[in-house]
């Protein structure tokens, strides 16, 4: 049973540089959100979908692009690295918007140099 | 302004002896209310949750207890095992918003 799973796990990247972070989840969850925990400041939102084809933004959600073309998946997108997105990502998912508990990935760790 | 907030960020215990790890919130529209416990390189794992037309739930060892008028919940864990120790976030939602999560409080159980 893989739950959420996120790739890839650790990530250096130069600053202006683009990536992607991938989640998935098998629970066919409607609810899917990206956070980002750094020390001190807990778990912070960065955008989160309610369903396929819809999108929101979280607290922080400069330098980050989201799209939700299927159930399944919720890709991060970096458009152009800074070291302040230097971070510990994790990707979460629910049956519903706070109808219960958010369900986590790994993380994934990124680094911007 | 942090709406949750966990003021200790560390606490020690002693196997056998009761945890007692507090969160505090602002927002008085929030009206649920989760414990996650997250270890090292993994994802946060749901723990408890309480509503806020209750002032306690328990599960097993783990009890969270709501103090609405003063905006306060604590999550107890009796007795402490040395597994316990990991860092425990407090989260709180209004109805149909997004889970607001606080800073977290590393637990260590000494042996």
């Known amino acids: 049973n893989a739950g959420v799973t996120q790739t890839p796990k650790f990530q250096v990247l130069k600053t202006g540089q683009s990536m992607t972070l991938q989640c998935a989840q098998d629970?066919?969850?409607?609810?899917m959100s990206w956070y980002r925990q750094d020390p001190g400041m807990g778990l912070r939102l960065i955008h989160y979908?309610?369903?396929?084809?819809?999108?929101d933004q979280g607290e922080v959600p400069n330098g980050y692009n989201v799209s939700r073309s299927t159930t399944e998946d919720f890709p991060l997108r970096l458009l152009s690295a800074a070291p302040s997105q230097t971070s510990v990502y994790f990707c979460?998912?629910?049956?519903?918007?706070?109808?219960?508990?958010?369900?986590f990935g790994e993380g994934s760790r990124l680094t911007v140099l | 302004d942090q709406q949750v907030k966990q003021n200790s960020p560390s606490l020690s215990v002693q196997e056998g002896r009761i945890s007692i790890l507090n969160c505090d919130y602002t927002?008085?529209?929030?009206?649920?209310f989760l414990w996650y416990k997250k270890y090292p390189a993994e994802g946060p794992t749901f723990l408890i949750s309480?509503?806020?037309?209750?002032d306690k739930n328990e599960d097993g060892r783990f009890t969270v207890f709501l103090n609405k008028s003063a905006k306060h919940l604590s999550l107890h864990i009796v007795p402490s095992q040395p597994g316990d120790s990991a860092v425990y976030f407090c989260?709180?939602?209004?109805?149909?918003?997004?889970?607001?999560f606080g800073p977290g409080t590393r637990l260590s159980v000494l042996p």
């Open positions: 979460a998912s629910s049956p519903g918007h706070n109808t219960g508990e958010l369900f």
């Open positions: 629970m066919n969850h409607e609810y």
């Open positions: 979908s309610v369903g396929a084809g819809i999108t």
């Open positions: 927002n008085s529209m929030f009206d649920y």
């Open positions: 309480i509503s806020s037309i209750k």
């Open positions: 989260a709180a939602s209004a109805y149909g918003q997004n889970f607001v």
